[in-house]
């Protein structure tokens, strides 16, 4: 459903993604794995198409159609949507305001989308979205967001990271919830526990995805080398041909 | 309820109900309200025991006296409007206000100017609140589409012990003309003051807005907030000042400046502290929309002008 082919992105000089492939099926909830400073979030933005990630080779091909020269608002208007990994304040917009906009449930159901991200509406839809909200209260209410867009795919942009252990089950029920009803996940992470409930994972190294395969495959793989590799930017060749 | 000023007063009344003024107020046995076309009085009705209010037309103004009396706990607000449907002309008023011991009063200001083409209305306010009072004051401008307004607001408040002040300037709708707010407040112990300016500056707007919070009294808190777009070729410079002088004051400047088009702004933020126990802290920024805050509504199918007027909207809120 989501196909990426010989993806390349200079910035400043500097080569981000790297002749990056992927192809991700229908249904899937994908995650893309790396350390720091590999590409993950300037993937998702390329994705999602920001102007100034415009990509200088490669294609984008989802729902069948080459999206690679879609701007932003074309590629919203297939289906698609994106969560930053810091997301932004709106002074003066209510958490109610924020869920409605593009929303496709009625007030009720938006309600309901606060409740599945573990925040009480009655306590959050009066409250404007600045900065008394803590970076995992922000966090949960953009993957609110998300779920009252109802999208075909949504790229999550480490949903889970600032967010308390206890609250952690809660919002993978959500990203869950949101796969059932048919949206495609790109999950960008670096939480190794994601491995429960995602379909395949791809790690990142250096803007290329190294490795696709089963969650614990990767996970394992990524424990082992990766984070002892430590060379961001700079591919292990021979960790490249390893099985493991 | 015939007046001598009765078709005037209707038509002013028409203008400060569109603009969110509370329609309800003439049917209301208990409503207080005053209401001001130029220098005369077209209609004025207090309910409110403890409130005297004394007006005085003049030559070339009018004079205010405005007294909520101690202990006395208004719970609907007072309704002020001041307006000019001519399209050129002078309003000059001289508020006195004061607030006594131990009340709790609102009051809501309208000014309409819809036709202006060369108008100036000037206010010279002198404000005092008494000890444990509370004062909020909510002023809502409309400055009609032609620009010829000039507006000069200048208040000189002192707030006794315990007291409260909450003030709300906005002029969104219409175009501002030219705009120059000078408040200057002095705090005793435990007072605490909030300014708040919101201005959305459009065409050849100019606007000025000069907060000055003196805090001279221990534990006394001072906020000078101000959100400010400028679009067009509209000029604003925002001038915030905290002087602490007594232990633990605490004061904070909060400017905030959205710049499209050819606009300019300017912000200056003036921090002073003399006393080793008290703090003030500032922010100040100016510049364009935040490009992730679009992209971030972008991303919810709105399309980029739209997502610019809600950020904008949001923060004139």
């Given at each position: 459903?989501?196909?990426?082919?010989?993806?390349?992105?200079?910035?400043?000089?500097?080569?981000?993604?790297?002749?990056?492939?992927?192809?991700?099926?229908?249904?899937?909830?994908?995650?893309?794995?790396?350390?720091?400073?590999?590409g993950?979030?300037?993937?998702?933005?390329?994705?999602?198409?920001?102007?100034?990630h415009?990509?200088?080779?490669?294609?984008?091909?989802?729902?069948?159609?080459d999206?690679?020269?879609?701007?932003l608002?074309?590629?919203?208007?297939?289906?698609m949507?994106?969560?930053?990994?810091?997301?932004?304040g709106?002074?003066?917009?209510?958490?109610?305001?924020?869920?409605?906009?593009?929303?496709?449930?009625?007030?009720a159901?938006?309600k309901?989308?606060?409740?599945?991200v573990?925040?009480?509406?009655?306590?959050y839809?009066?409250?404007e979205?600045?900065e008394?909200?803590?970076?995992?209260?922000?966090?949960?209410?953009?993957?609110?967001?998300v779920?009252?867009?109802?999208?075909?795919?949504?790229?999550?942009?480490?949903?889970d990271?600032?967010?308390?252990?206890?609250?952690?089950?809660?919002?993978y029920?959500?990203?869950k919830?949101l796969?059932?009803?048919?949206?495609?996940i790109?999950?960008?992470?670096h939480?190794?526990?994601?491995?429960?409930?995602?379909?395949?994972?791809?790690l990142?190294c250096?803007g290329?995805?190294?490795?696709?395969?089963?969650p614990?495959?990767?996970?394992?793989?990524?424990?082992?080398h990766?984070?002892?590799c430590?060379?961001?930017n700079?591919?292990?060749?021979?960790l490249?041909?390893?099985?493991? | 309820?015939?007046t001598?000023?009765?078709?005037e007063?209707?038509?002013?009344?028409?203008?400060?109900?569109?603009?969110?003024?509370?329609?309800?107020?003439?049917?209301?046995?208990?409503?207080?309200?005053?209401?001001v076309?130029?220098?005369?009085v077209?209609?004025?009705?207090?309910?409110?025991?403890g409130?005297?209010?004394?007006t005085?037309?003049?030559?070339?103004?009018?004079?205010i006296?405005?007294?909520?009396?101690?202990?006395?706990?208004?719970?609907?607000?007072?309704?002020?409007c001041?307006?000019?449907?001519?399209k050129?002309?002078?309003?000059?008023?001289?508020?006195?206000?004061?607030?006594e011991?131990?009340?709790?009063?609102k009051?809501?200001a309208?000014?309409?100017?819809?036709?202006?083409?060369k108008?100036?209305?000037?206010?010279?306010?002198?404000l005092?609140?008494?000890?444990?009072?509370?004062?909020e004051?909510?002023?809502?401008?409309?400055?009609?589409?032609?620009?010829?307004?000039?507006?000069?607001?200048?208040?000189?408040?002192?707030?006794?012990?315990?007291?409260?002040m909450?003030?709300?300037?906005?002029?969104?709708?219409?175009?501002?003309g030219?705009?120059?707010?000078?408040?200057?407040?002095?705090?005793?112990?435990?007072?605490?003051?909030?300014?708040?300016?919101?201005?959305?500056?459009?065409?050849?707007?100019?606007?000025r807005?000069?907060?000055t919070?003196h805090?001279?009294?221990?534990?006394?808190?001072?906020?000078?907030?101000?959100?400010?777009?400028?679009?067009?070729?509209?000029?604003?410079e925002v001038?915030?000042?905290?002087?602490a002088?007594?232990?633990?004051?605490?004061?904070h400047?909060?400017?905030k400046?959205?710049?499209q088009?050819?606009?300019?702004?300017?912000?200056y933020?003036?921090?002073?502290?003399?006393?080793s126990?008290?703090?003030?802290?500032h922010?100040?920024?100016?510049?364009?929309?935040?490009?992730?805050?679009?992209?971030?509504?972008?991303v919810?199918?709105?399309?980029?002008?739209?997502?610019?007027?809600?950020?904008?909207?949001?923060?004139l809120?």
């Amino acid at each position: 459903m989501l196909e990426i082919k010989n993806l390349k992105l200079v910035l400043n000089s500097k080569t981000i993604i790297d002749d990056l492939n992927l192809k991700i099926e229908e249904a899937e909830i994908h995650t893309i794995l790396g350390v720091n400073g590999t590409g993950k979030s300037t993937l998702a933005y390329v994705l999602m198409g920001l102007p100034e990630h415009k990509p200088q080779q490669g294609k984008i091909i989802f729902k069948g159609k080459d999206i690679t020269n879609f701007s932003l608002s074309e590629r919203v208007k297939t289906g698609m949507t994106l969560t930053w990994q810091e997301p932004a304040g709106f002074e003066g917009l209510t958490v109610e305001n924020y869920l409605e906009l593009g929303a496709k449930r009625n007030n009720a159901d938006i309600k309901d989308c606060l409740n599945r991200v573990g925040l009480e509406p009655k306590e959050y839809l009066e409250r404007e979205i600045n900065e008394n909200l803590s970076g995992g209260e922000r966090k949960r209410i953009e993957l609110a967001s998300v779920l009252a867009l109802k999208p075909d795919l949504a790229i999550l942009d480490e949903p889970d990271s600032g967010i308390d252990l206890l609250a952690l089950p809660t919002i993978y029920e959500a990203i869950k919830f949101l796969n059932e009803e048919g949206c495609l996940i790109v999950w960008i992470t670096h939480n190794p526990d994601t491995g429960s409930i995602a379909t395949r994972t791809s790690l990142i190294c250096a803007g290329r995805i190294i490795k696709t395969g089963k969650p614990m495959e990767m996970l394992n793989f990524f424990k082992i080398h990766c984070k002892e590799c430590g060379h961001i930017n700079i591919i292990d060749e021979k960790l490249l041909k390893s099985e493991n | 309820m015939k007046t001598k000023y009765f078709k005037e007063f209707q038509n002013l009344f028409k203008f400060y109900k569109n603009l969110g003024g509370n329609k309800k107020i003439l049917k209301s046995q208990n409503s207080s309200y005053l209401f001001v076309d130029r220098n005369k009085v077209l209609n004025k009705n207090i309910v409110e025991k403890g409130v005297e209010v004394k007006t005085k037309e003049k030559k070339d103004g009018l004079d205010i006296d405005l007294r909520v009396k101690k202990g006395c706990e208004i719970s609907k607000p007072l309704h002020l409007c001041f307006g000019m449907l001519h399209k050129r002309g002078l309003q000059k008023i001289n508020m006195n206000l004061i607030i006594e011991d131990n009340v709790k009063v609102k009051i809501l200001a309208h000014c309409i100017f819809p036709n202006a083409e060369k108008i100036i209305h000037r206010m010279q306010a002198k404000l005092f609140i008494g000890k444990n009072s509370e004062f909020e004051y909510n002023e809502v401008h409309y400055h009609g589409e032609y620009g010829g307004t000039e507006v000069i607001p200048h208040l000189e408040g002192r707030m006794d012990e315990n007291s409260r002040m909450k003030s709300e300037f906005s002029l969104i709708e219409g175009v501002v003309g030219r705009l120059d707010i000078d408040y200057c407040l002095d705090l005793k112990d435990n007072a605490t003051c909030e300014l708040l300016a919101k201005v959305y500056g459009k065409s050849k707007d100019e606007i000025r807005i000069k907060d000055t919070i003196h805090l001279n009294g221990a534990y006394s808190k001072g906020l000078a907030k101000s959100r400010v777009i400028v679009k067009d070729e509209a000029v604003s410079e925002v001038i915030g000042e905290i002087i602490a002088n007594f232990p633990y004051a605490r004061g904070h400047v909060d400017c905030k400046e959205i710049v499209q088009d050819r606009g300019k702004a300017k912000a200056y933020p003036f921090v002073s502290v003399t006393n080793s126990k008290a703090k003030v802290t500032h922010e100040a920024a100016i510049g364009s929309i935040d490009k992730k805050q679009v992209q971030a509504l972008m991303v919810k199918g709105l399309s980029e002008n739209e997502a610019v007027d809600i950020i904008i909207r949001g923060l004139l809120r």
